[in-house]
Every structure is written in structure tokens, then in C-alpha cells.
């Protein structure tokens, strides 16, 4: 779906654990440039292409990537995505999620210990599938880091909204040329309606309630959740509404 000018929202279905959702990578481009926004699960390399290819983009034109976050449903097809592109990929992340995307610290979520009290009540197929998925965990090698407030020159201006909270180097990304907001997970779109970070999946929600007011200093006319998908009315107004 075009969002706006050098914006696309890609919708793919994820299935997992016998469940299936749909999340919302993003592609921001211009003449020089084609950039991924996430890449979702393990295995969803092709949902993601058929994706890139249906909003009328060569997949293997994909140049760079941007991870908003260190989660397994955001950074999970890395290695699937350099392999099918065929050729190097820069990719960029707040510095503080670098060790974690590289393979140097365990995952702040998902990580060995909490995976093994997960699974303990499992099936032996749940269990084995819930294995599988978290802890061979791909890594790849962040070859830009960011911090916050920092401007990326690509598609006329992408700001980086340092957002900590859901994970230590969260980010929300802020495309200047159209008013438009990559929100990661930081927010969430519910049935056209904004709300804040999950919760269950927010270690701490305080900071990341906190971090909700740094996206009220914008003019936002659309938002991008990776879950949910485009909130485009009084977009402002609800992200005011969510720091109340």
C-alpha cells in the first residue's frame, strides 16, 4: 500500500505457534535507494518478497536496512534477505541494539532462560517449533549504528526517534519529506485507533510510555505500526492522547 511519496507499507502474513497475523515491514525509497524496514520471522523471506515485488519494486534492489528493533519478528529474516538479495545489504540500528543483533548479548526477550520456562508446558511440536525459532536466532553484522535525532540522507530526510522502552535501542523513524512515522513497536493500531507498546511485551513500560512524548515534538500526518498497520486520522491528536 503507497502511504506516501517514497512510502510503501507492506503487509505479510506471519504464521507461528499454530497462530497467524499480518505484520507491516515498510519500504522508504528514492531514485538511489530502496530500504527495508524491518524484516520480519525466520522463514517469511519469500511472504516478503511477493510483497516487495506486488508494490511494483525489484526485491533484489534492496540496498539497506533498517532495524527498528532487536525482536526475532523484526530482525528474524536477515540472513534469508542477504542471501535472496545476492549482494552486499548495509544495515543500520541504534547503537544500543548493535550487541544484540550481532550475536554479542542474548536477546533482552526470548533469551535461553526464558525460552526454556516457555516451552516446559509445550507439546513436543509446539516446543520443538518454539526452539527452533528462538534459539537459533539469526545475527547480522550492523554496518551503520544510529543515535537519536540523527538524519538519514535517504528519500529526502529520514529522522531516527531514539524510543527506549520495548527494547534498550528502540527506534521510530520519522520520514521529514512527508510527515511520516515508522513506529516499530512503540505503538500499535487497534481497530484505527493508536495505542501504546504492548505491554506483555515491554519490559519497561514506564520508559517506554516515557519515550511516547518524544513522538508528540513531530507533526505526524500518518503512522506505520508493524502491528496493525497505517493509522492516517488525527494522528497527532492520538499520539497526545497516549503521553496524558
Known sequence: MKVADGIEMLEVEMKMMGGKRINNPTLIYDDKHLVLVDVGMPGQIEAIKAAVEKAGFQFSNIDTVIFTHQDIDHIGGIQD??????????????VDEKPYIEGDKEPVKMNRQQVAQMVEKMSEEMRKEAEAIYLNRPTAKVTKTLTDDEVIPIAGGIQVIHTPGHTPGHICLYHQATGTLVTGDETVAENGKLTGPNPVYTPDMGLALASLKKLTTHDVAKAICYHGGLIDDQVNEQLRELTI
Not at 534477505?81 to 543500520?92: N, R, S, T, W
Open 81 to 94: 534477505l542477504l542471501d535472496a538479495v545476492g549482494k552486499p545489504v548495509e544495515i543500520y540500528a541504534h
